[in-house]
């Protein structure tokens, strides 16, 4: 009897690593194989389609980037932020001046665009975080607007009209001008943005938003310092915005005002609060969300603003996390 | 004109446009001292009562006509009914947000903002509407100040709203109860105050008021126009913060400051008309740096 016993209780566990093993590995396998096909059929895709799918393929991509920022800010840190399309300017604009106006190579212009982002960032973010939370969305709110008035009324910025003659970038001696050139770079800009938002996640200061964004004065009791942190997401976020502005500014080659407006940043905001605040594959699920719908319904055209107003109510109203929520990490029930 | 007669008409006019912004600003202001929400349609009840006050007038302008007595009947009119669209709203959208987190119901406010204004952007078919009133628009002169009637009533009328609002939250009962609400919601309760319908009025009275602001606006501007509430919001979270948020005499204090910065700030060398909004906002953000609890406000330490 005694025999059986230890036999049992030596089973189970094996049994249960096994078990949880092949799960596991299952889930992984099947994961991969859906990341590579995915990856294949997208990497193939412009072969295949015509420029008009290939220019949505392209926009969901900058979606994906941009609001994968955004998403730092929002989902990471809990911080709504309203005007998100500024710190996009910011990264067009800075390329745009530097591009057209001085003739600089495009690449060059991205770290000038990511310091003007950061500066920005901390202009808004440093008298405002120290605050109660919630004060970011109408400065940030405020701050979407100034940017675009700013840009409207200076010269350097060409007024209402904009900005033309933005140089396309080279990359290895190929000129980028075709749609299919600047869906592989969104493409490439995307998986980038998924391995650094996932990386982010992951990291200490990822943990610490989590943290803060759960409970802020217990996480400021266990020595995590809520204003440095909120300010560093704000931050890369910005950055992040700024960069796929630089490459907004590259595609399009001329930038007015007009492309950085209040529904612009409410469209990313979206996105963002859609699929599901703080996830990857929800913002991704929430921009193709953003950016599909519209084209297959175009004939709610003027109605579109309305019908998302309503949905984003019902959504807060029922699944406040989103339609595919974060899963805690932590469950409550142990 | 003199230096001085330019500096006077701008304190009239800055106290015109100031006394708009406090009425706004002080739903605003009420409604985040109570259940600390930013309240972010506000903007759009102000919209609304500018578009309900232009309804009513032109239905009503064939019987009574479009002079003051049609405006102040369809002024009170109004302020009742957009007054109720204030709780309809605080009942379906907010009320079961209350203990949600704070980002949840920040976004439940942005999704009813949206779908306010883009209601009457679809019925307005998003054009410019004239406000048709017919009152008298003949100057008059006032010392070197140049007056005219309307604005002459326009002014006396917000003040007057102003300070019935604030004997209403200093002197009635129901004043107290939004002030205690303030400072502890879960004691009132057991105190015996019925929180939701002290809510509830709260929202009633700011949205009538920022509607009366509305009315206002309308007959002062001449047109109207859907997006007019987005830009009143930011100014009166503005004013509120300056006043000190949560805090209604600071919240009339504030828009009235507000009002007359933007009146003297544009008079400055430099600074046009087409910098007023990036000069307020700018002034906000100064504000929120180097005093952040307002002018009225006490540094206080959030209880757990």
């Known amino acids: ?334 | 004109m003199a230096l001085h007669e330019i500096l006077l008409q701008q304190l009239f006019n800055g106290l015109l446009i100031g006394s708009f912004y406090g009425l706004v600003a002080i739903g605003y202001s009420m409604v985040y001292g109570i259940i600390k929400l930013l309240n972010f349609a506000h903007g759009d009840i102000y919209m609304i009562g500018a578009f309900s006050g232009l309804i009513f007038l032109s239905i009503a302008s064939p019987y009574i006509g479009a002079g003051w007595p049609s405006l102040i009947l369809g002024m009170l009119i109004t302020m009742l009914l957009v007054g109720l669209l204030g709780v309809l709203i605080q009942r379906v959208a907010y009320r079961p947000m209350l203990k949600a987190p704070r980002l949840s119901i920040l976004i439940t406010a942005l999704a009813v903002s949206m779908i306010l204004y883009n209601t009457v952007m679809l019925l307005s078919a998003g054009r410019y509407r004239a406000f048709n009133v017919d009152v008298s628009s003949e100057s008059f002169f006032l010392g070197p100040l140049r007056l005219t009637e309307t604005r002459v009533v326009l002014i006396v009328a917000a003040f007057a709203l102003m300070f019935i609002m604030h004997m209403f939250i200093t002197k009635t009962m129901y004043g107290k109860a939004m002030r205690a609400i303030s400072l502890d919601r879960d004691t009132c309760q057991l105190m015996g105050i019925d929180v939701f319908k002290i809510i509830a009025l709260t929202f009633f009275v700011g949205s009538a008021l920022a509607a009366a602001a509305g009315i206002m606006a309308g007959v002062y501007y001449g047109t109207i126009h859907f997006f007019m509430g987005f830009l009143i919001g930011l100014k009166a979270f503005t004013a509120a913060v300056i006043g000190g948020i949560g805090i209604i005499p600071g919240a009339m204090l504030g828009g009235l400051l507000l009002g007359l910065l933007e009146a003297f700030g544009t008079q400055i060398p430099f600074i046009g008309t087409e910098w007023k909004d990036v000069f307020s906002f700018a002034f906000l953000i100064l504000f929120l740096i180097f005093k952040p609890n307002g002018l009225l406000g006490r540094s206080e330490s959030e209880r757990m």
Not at chain 1, 150 to 160: F, H, K, Q, S
Not at chain 1, 300 to 308: D, E, H, T, V, W
């Open chain 1, 1 to 334: 009897m005694a025999e059986t016993n230890k036999k049992t209780k030596l089973k189970n566990p094996f049994e249960g690593i096994i078990d949880k093993l092949f799960i596991m590995f299952e889930n992984k396998i099947y994961l991969y194989g859906f990341f590579a096909e995915l990856v294949i059929f997208l990497v193939i895709f412009p072969n295949t389609s015509s420029r008009f799918t290939q220019e949505i393929m392209t926009n969901l991509f900058f979606y994906v980037v941009v609001c994968l920022g955004l998403n730092i800010i929002v989902g990471y840190a809990g911080l709504l932020h309203l005007g998100y399309a500024a710190f996009f300017a910011v990264g067009a604009y800075t390329t745009g001046i530097l591009s057209s106006r001085m003739g600089m190579d495009f690449w060059l212009t991205i770290p000038f665009s990511i310091v003007a982002a950061v500066i920005a960032g901390l202009a808004i973010g440093f008298p405002t975080l120290r605050l109660r939370g919630d004060y970011l969305a109408i400065v940030t709110l405020g701050f979407g607007e100034i940017t675009r008035l700013t840009i409207r009324n200076l010269d350097v910025t060409g007024g209402a009209i904009g900005l033309i003659g933005i140089q396309r970038p080279e990359f290895f001696g190929i000129t980028l001008n075709q749609i299919s050139h600047f869906y592989y770079m969104f493409f490439i800009l995307a998986i980038i943005a998924i391995i650094v938002s996932h990386r982010l996640e992951n990291s200490r200061m990822g943990r610490a938003w989590e943290y803060i964004r759960e409970d802020e004065d217990a996480a400021a009791a266990m020595g995590i310092n809520v204003v440095t942190s909120r300010l560093y997401a704000f931050v890369i976020g910005s950055s992040f915005g700024a960069v796929a502005g630089s490459f907004f500014a590259a595609k399009m080659t001329a930038i007015s005002p007009d492309s950085f407006m209040f529904i612009h940043s409410v469209m990313f905001l979206m996105a963002v609060v859609l699929g599901g605040m703080g996830k990857i594959p929800g913002v991704v699920l929430g921009s193709i969300l953003v950016v599909l719908i519209p084209e297959v319904a175009r004939g709610i055209g003027p109605y579109r603003l309305l019908i998302f107003g309503f949905l984003l109510l019902i959504i807060m109203l029922y699944r406040p996390q989103g339609i595919w929520p974060e899963k805690p990490t932590i469950s409550t029930d142990e």
